[in-house]
């Protein structure tokens, strides 16, 4: 398998769930599996479920097509129709916690069993770390936890298929450059399927994937992981994926955190993702979005870098030339991390947020309008301070 073959499985993908997208949105609306506004969505209108039915179709027909007869990627595809299964079913009669988490084993065990496994890892700059018998039960659980990454950072228009669509695009260029053809090809086809999809799914979107295609897309993502990057003695074979897919990471790692914090469970949703702060501050669903791509594809580059920038030689000595290349892409990731991480979400919300409470509390002393500032920036719990304007 060559470059050309994941350009040919990205264009099959890419029609094939553009055209099945509609399809799935309309077989929503007749099975009744449609997203009502809610108090922590940021959608106004009823719009329907099931995109990921659409995301399949176009992974299984492309991957039918373009990805080799072999048990792992057997494994992947079975795996991405029962997770899709189970998210339709979610979809529709909002299953609990409990057996949400008992669909996704089920769903991760087919890869596993067909040998998508990590057996060995190398930890840069330590040694490499041999799993032995956990291999299997460590993969099956970083199978899930990815899902469940994705899923948790779904919740406005166009955010997951587009951070899926480029972080699959992102996966395929380095699997390639590993050796890992056919990983590379599965990637490509997924990056397709998620942009197929996002052509229907931009803000304003006419279908949400739900969770058949938040999940879907976290099992192929981690799949991918697996079998592009992290099952090779490359250096970068696990920074790259903690890189790549580190927007999603680190959102549910703050809303988890911040749930056991303040001793919430940590299945039960609420507003306090990247997306739902940015929007009480202000910010349009579209320009939310843009700014969690610009995030995305700055630590994609950054991840890039890694693998192509010949920063060393083989023994170990830097190229200072090179390796201030390398340096400009790790210091652009962490300008965007702090950019918007601060600078969006904190800078600009205490200032409409103090610009707020002095029309509210015109009585209010500097102090404690001081204390309410830093209480609401601690907590992450705060009222809207901005309109919402339609659109961009």
């Known amino acids: 398998m060559d470059p050309l073959h994941a350009i040919y499985a990205f264009i099959t993908a890419l029609a094939l769930s553009g055209i099945a997208t509609p399809a799935a949105a309309r077989l929503a609306l007749r099975v009744g599996a449609v997203d009502r506004p809610r108090e922590r969505g940021l959608s106004d209108v009823q719009t329907p479920r099931l995109g990921g039915v659409g995301i399949l179709v176009g992974v299984l027909a492309s991957g039918a097509l373009w990805l080799p007869a072999a048990p792992p990627f ?73 899902m469940n990454v994705v899923n948790l950072s779904d919740g406005v228009d166009g955010l997951a298929a587009g951070v899926g669509t480029i972080s699959a695009a992102t996966f395929a260029v380095i ?24 052509a229907h799914n931009f ?18 993502l981690g799949s991918i992981a697996v079998q592009g990057t992290v099952k090779t003695n490359a250096l970068i074979a696990l920074i790259a994926p903690l890189i790549i897919l580190a927007v999603p990471f680190l959102d549910t790692g703050f809303v988890v955190a911040k749930r056991l914090k303040y001793r919430r469970p940590i299945y039960v949703g609420d507003a306090e993702h990247f997306h739902h702060r940015l929007a009480r501050i202000g910010f349009s669903q579209r320009r939310t979005v843009l700014y969690l791509y610009g995030w995305t594809l700055s630590l994609a580059g950054l991840a890039l870098a890694l693998r192509f920038v010949p920063y060393s030689d083989n023994s170990g000595r830097l190229h200072l030339g090179w390796f201030a290349v390398l340096a400009a892409f790790g210091l652009l990731a962490l300008a965007a991390s702090v950019y918007l991480v601060y600078v969006l979400e904190i800078l600009k ?15 209010a002393s500097e102090g404690e309008i001081a204390v309410t500032l830093a209480r609401e920036v601690e907590t992450g719990e705060f009222e809207a301070v901005g309109p919402t304007p339609p659109g961009g």
């Open 175 to 198: 699997a390639f450059d590993l050796g890992r053809n056919s990983a590379a090809v599965l990637a490509a086809l997924t990056a397709g399927a998620a942009l197929g999809f996002l």
């Open 74 to 146: 057997r494994g992947i595809l079975a795996g991405a129709a029962v997770v899709t299964l189970v998210g339709a079913l979610d979809d529709l009669l909002e299953l609990s916690a409990v057996w949400k988490l008992a669909g996704q084993l089920v769903a991760a065990l087919p890869p596993v069993l067909a040998g998508v496994t990590v057996e060995s890892f190398t930890l840069p700059l330590v040694h490499r770390v041999e799993l032995g018998q956990l291999g299997a039960p460590v993969t099956l659980v970083g199978l899930v936890v990815v």
């Open 349 to 363: 919300f205490r200032r409409l947020r103090e610009r707020q409470l002095r029309q509210l509390e015109p009585q």
């Open 203 to 220: 803000h304003p979107a006419s279908v949400f994937m739900g969770d058949s295609g938040s999940n879907l897309l976290g099992l192929l």
